[in-house]
């Protein structure tokens, strides 16, 4: 008896498999398809370095011949192993069933890019049709956000009214005619447009106003506004960047518009701001949206400030931007104590560009390039004399090829002079990961650890070549969120006593409607435009905010705007997608404080159960404002009304989070009493857990609250004891009610400042 060693066997079994794939040759390139490949990491065998060589060995397995057209073999697109382990790669359906067999194989299922949402973030922020908040609040049908901003694009199908009811009768609004708009131009969805310039006139008569309607001539009002509650568009995309269906976060909500904001050479005046919110407040909205705050203003200067506290009476929500001063320290503008400050964060998508080298090696970069999708098989051109890529005349030494870059802190430069040039385009190599905007040039951006590979490739290849594809989406992108490093922080100027920002959004790289009249970019002499456009700021993640506040009033319309921040605050996460603590871009990738990121990244599902909540009422604001040492007339300009009263004045706002500020004259010890509100079933019982701040003590009494009933009210305080351990550095904890069942968690940051 012939006796076959297991080795032996598996190697025949290996032949045999190419010798099937032989006999399907001829239909191997028709079918060819991309999937998705997950893989056990935890087989690798010890031989190979690491995970993408493993890869490439086990797809190398799987050519049917050397023979084989180059199109029809195995074609690695990315290596994964931060989403998940695994890769996505162009396969036969022989291929794939063969690769099923292969060590360590866990699952494969088709590329499903083409399916995905635009704007993405509603399904990074959990939102979907099956349980939780979006159904809860039906969408959020019938609420009215009011979006205070420059204008927007009525024609857009962003704002078209399919699948709307009828208008809610408590509406009052109505849509104001203006140049190139007319009243027919709302409808169930966009139900009021007004605009707002006497307050620009009045300052620079004679001046001529652009659009001198609610139409949108610059973009930022049809994208915010588009952000809050857009309604479903098929088949969005800027350039075929986030490909899909997009929609607003609360799709059923209506918008009605309020132009204050008016071109940079015309003005933006708080008068008109005022005027926009004032009427917004008359007309009946149920949340007002506005990306715009004004810096070094105290309360009682400050239009937001003061309008919002009349929309705060009339159980208004107010969310508002922190603004885009970041990353420094008390940046921050709307820390305003009756309003939602919302921060901005990056999200789990990357757009990339994606080299092949001639020797096969993938490398996955970024890239923003809007022009043609390929540039197949150039040169590839490393010579360090080109490297600074500042130099037209320099890089004649390449023309028609890929050049290759090291970034030299000016990189929009770089590009430039590339697109200047007759270089095919560049790859760039740069650790700067906050390169934002548009490419003008065919350029990829790749970091200094996957750039040795390639730079190995090009110093020892006769002629080596390469090949990059754009236009690609990559979802799953991890470490997600992180805070943007644009993003304001606080402590506020205008009141540094209450912790700002509150929580914060989706703001870097949202895809929203935009203006189809307006130049996005410039592909040589070509002026590009698009209906949708991607951008980044604390303006695109206030009305995501906005949004989730919509749909918490339709699911709880009994709730007051501070029940509804505070349920928003309470229960947004502190950790990214990586299950740690989220880091900060703008301070080297470090755990991000409160003063960058508030609560953490809003979780709309938890948000509508969140256990307690910190509720707040007109009296409790007034006697903060009585506090501050303002004046009569100070306080009036605010509250509007004598009605209040200051005879209790009180700094400890009833607020879901703390900030214990300690200077060298006060008392090293300061206590907060809370109050907070059963919004839960029935009975429960919430336990206190206590995370202590670099040198400093904590202490909560009682640290255990017991609830008969729902709406039932219960006390506490925390006292915090600082200590010289600290040495005047900030520090952050947090304390959390944790209820019996431990189905409700809710989280309040606590800073040491």
């Given at each position: 008896m012939m006796i076959v060693s297991r080795t032996t066997l598996s190697y025949c079994m290996i032949l045999f498999s190419w010798l099937l794939l032989i006999l399907h040759f001829g239909s191997t390139s028709a079918d060819r398809s991309t999937y998705i490949v997950h893989m056990d990491n935890s087989v690798m065998p010890k031989s190979f370095s690491n995970h993408h060589n493993w890869y490439l060995a086990i797809l190398d397995s799987l050519k049917v011949t050397a023979l084989t057209a180059a199109d029809a073999v195995p074609k690695l697109l990315y290596t994964y192993d931060n989403a998940f382990n695994g890769f996505s790669v162009v396969l036969s359906p022989d291929e794939l069933r063969t690769l099923t067999n292969s060590p360590g194989f866990v699952s494969a299922y088709a590329d499903k890019t083409a399916t995905l949402d635009t704007t993405h973030t509603f399904e990074f922020l959990s939102l979907n049709p099956v349980n939780g908040l979006w159904p809860a609040s039906n969408y959020g049908k019938d609420v009215i956000v009011g979006v205070i901003d420059s204008g927007l694009w009525p024609e857009s199908e962003s704002f078209k009214d399919d699948g709307m009811t009828e208008i809610p009768a408590t509406w009052k609004g109505v849509c104001e005619l203006g140049e190139e708009f007319n009243s027919s131009m709302c409808n169930r969805k966009l139900i009021g447009a007004r605009y707002f310039n006497k307050g620009v006139i009045a300052a620079n008569p004679g001046v001529n106003i652009t659009m001198n309607s609610a139409r949108d001539v610059e973009g930022h009002g049809t994208h915010t506004s588009s952000t809050a509650a857009g309604n479903y568009v098929q088949n969005a995309s800027f350039f075929g960047y986030a490909n899909g269906t997009a929609r607003g976060v609360a799709p059923a909500a209506r918008v009605a518009m309020y132009k204050v904001l008016w071109e940079d050479g015309e003005g933006r005046y708080a008068s008109d701001v005022l005027a926009g919110m004032d009427q917004a407040i008359a007309d009946g909205v149920d949340v007002i949206s506005i990306s715009m705050g004004f810096d070094e203003v105290p309360l009682y200067e400050d239009p937001i400030a003061i309008a919002s506290f009349a929309a705060m009476e009339k159980g208004v929500v107010v969310s508002s931007s922190a603004g885009n001063e970041g990353p420094y320290l008390s940046s921050l503008h709307n820390g305003i104590p009756w309003v939602l400050t919302v921060a901005a964060s990056t999200i789990d998508r990357q757009f990339a560009g994606i080299l092949t080298l001639g020797n096969g090696i993938t490398i996955v970069g970024r890239s923003f390039f809007l022009g043609s999708a390929e540039l197949m098989e150039k040169v590839l051109v490393y010579d360090e004399a080109l490297m600074a890529c500042n130099s037209s005349s320099l890089l004649s030494k390449a023309n028609n090829s890929v050049v290759i870059c090291q970034d030299d802190g000016d990189s929009y430069n770089q590009i430039e002079v590339i697109s200047n040039s007759e270089v095919a385009g560049a790859i760039?190599?740069?650790?700067?990961?906050?390169?934002?905007?548009?490419?003008?040039?065919?350029?990829?951006?790749?970091?200094?650890?996957?750039?040795?590979?390639?730079?190995?490739?090009?110093?020892?290849?006769?002629?080596?070549?390469?090949?990059?594809?754009?236009?690609?989406?990559?979802?799953?992108?991890?470490?997600?969120?992180?805070?943007?490093?644009?993003?304001?922080?606080?402590?506020?100027?205008?009141?540094?006593?209450?912790?700002?920002?509150?929580?914060?959004?989706?703001?870097?790289?949202?895809?929203?409607?935009?203006?189809?009249?307006?130049?996005?970019?410039?592909?040589?002499?070509?002026?590009?435009?698009?209906?949708?456009?991607?951008?980044?700021?604390?303006?695109?993640?206030?009305?995501?905010?906005?949004?989730?506040?919509?749909?918490?009033?339709?699911?709880?319309?009994?709730?007051?705007?501070?029940?509804?921040?505070?349920?928003?605050?309470?229960?947004?996460?502190?950790?990214?997608?990586?299950?740690?603590?989220?880091?900060?871009?703008?301070?080297?990738?470090?755990?991000?404080?409160?003063?960058?990121?508030?609560?953490?990244?809003?979780?709309?599902?938890?948000?509508?159960?969140?256990?307690?909540?910190?509720?707040?009422?007109?009296?409790?604001?007034?006697?903060?404002?009585?506090?501050?040492?303002?004046?009569?007339?100070?306080?009036?300009?605010?509250?509007?009304?004598?009605?209040?009263?200051?005879?209790?004045?009180?700094?400890?706002?009833?607020?879901?989070?703390?900030?214990?500020?300690?200077?060298?004259?006060?008392?090293?010890?300061?206590?907060?009493?809370?109050?907070?509100?059963?919004?839960?079933?029935?009975?429960?019982?919430?336990?206190?857990?206590?995370?202590?701040?670099?040198?400093?003590?904590?202490?909560?009494?009682?640290?255990t609250l017991v609830f008969r009933e729902k709406y039932e009210k219960q006390s506490f305080v925390l006292s915090v004891q600082d200590s010289t351990e600290r040495k005047g550095e900030t520090s952050s904890g947090s304390l959390v009610w944790v209820d019996d069942g431990k189905k409700h968690t809710v989280r309040s940051p606590i800073v040491i400042f």
């Open positions: 760039f190599i740069t650790n700067n990961s906050q390169l934002r905007g548009t490419f003008s040039c065919p350029g990829v951006f790749i970091d200094q650890t996957v750039a040795t590979e390639m730079i190995h490739y090009a110093k020892a290849t006769p002629k080596p070549s390469v090949t990059i594809t754009f236009k690609r989406t990559i979802l799953g992108t991890k470490p997600a969120p992180a805070v943007a490093a644009y993003t304001s922080r606080g402590p506020s100027p205008s009141y540094p006593g209450i912790l700002k920002p509150d929580l914060m959004a989706p703001g870097s790289s949202v895809l929203a409607a935009w203006i189809p009249n307006g130049v996005i970019a410039q592909i040589g002499s070509s002026n590009l435009y698009s209906n949708y456009n991607i951008i980044s700021g604390t303006s695109m993640a206030c009305p995501h905010a906005s949004g989730v506040a919509a749909l918490l009033k339709g699911a709880h319309p009994d709730w007051s705007p501070a029940a509804i921040r505070s349920a928003m605050m309470t229960t947004a996460n502190p950790l990214d997608n990586t299950k740690n603590p989220i880091q900060d871009l703008g301070e080297d990738l470090k755990d991000a404080s409160p003063l960058a990121m508030g609560s953490g990244q809003v979780d709309p599902n938890k948000a509508l159960d969140p256990g307690l909540v910190y509720d707040v009422g007109t009296q409790d604001y007034v006697s903060l404002l009585c506090s501050l040492n303002y004046t009569r007339e100070q306080i009036l300009t605010i509250t509007r009304s004598s009605a209040y009263n200051c005879s209790n004045p009180s700094s400890d706002l009833n607020y879901p989070s703390f900030i214990a500020l300690f200077g060298s004259s006060s008392s090293n010890v300061k206590e907060f009493r809370r109050t907070v509100t059963n919004v839960g079933d029935g009975p429960s019982t919430y336990k206190a857990m206590l995370a202590q701040p670099y040198g400093v003590g904590l202490i909560i009494i009682p640290d």
